[in-house]
């Protein structure tokens, strides 16, 4: 299990979405106070669900194509939480309290995670296609 590469993107995709994301701020306020993902509701949710579905991925190692399908369901978990952090960054509301005006790392964390499941998902379709092959010389 630990052997894999896509294992080891996986687990680092874990510490991005499950660990890091407490101590990064997405952005800085007007009023000089830093924006965590857990002020928002929607954002804990979906933070939530992309490392449990890096947890889960991690564990069925076992079954290389529900690994791929879950890693493919990460992705677009991310990018739907970066599509809403660029949202919320970009949306000026008559509220001066809420208008962003310095973003932070933690915003393209989510990237960083993209970049790691996307490895994986090469990695994982390379062991499937490893095991095919051998498989047809049988």
């Keep these: 299990m630990i052997q894999r590469i896509q294992t080891v993107y996986l687990i680092l995709t874990f510490l991005i979405t499950g660990v890091l994301m407490f101590f990064v701020p997405l952005w800085t306020l007007n009023n000089g106070k830093a924006f ?4 928002d509701q929607f954002y804990t949710i979906l ?6 579905l890096s947890i889960i991925s991690i564990i069925s190692y076992k079954k290389r194509q529900n690994q791929f399908v879950m890693g493919r369901l ?6 739907i939480l970066l599509g809403l952090f660029v949202y919320r960054s970009l949306n000026l509301s008559g ?3 809420t208008i962003v005006s310095e973003k932070g790392i933690g915003m393209f964390l ?7 499941l996307v490895l994986a998902n ?7 296609d490893l095991v095919k092959s051998v498989d047809r010389l049988r």
């Design 74 to 79: 990460n992705i677009i978990l991310n990018l």
């Design 110 to 116: 989510p990237i960083v995670a993209i970049v790691l």
């Design 36 to 39: 965590y993902f857990m002020q």
């Design 95 to 97: 509220d001066t309290t």
């Design 122 to 128: 090469k990695a994982i379709k390379k062991d499937e």
């Design 47 to 52: 933070l939530g669900l992309s490392t449990m």
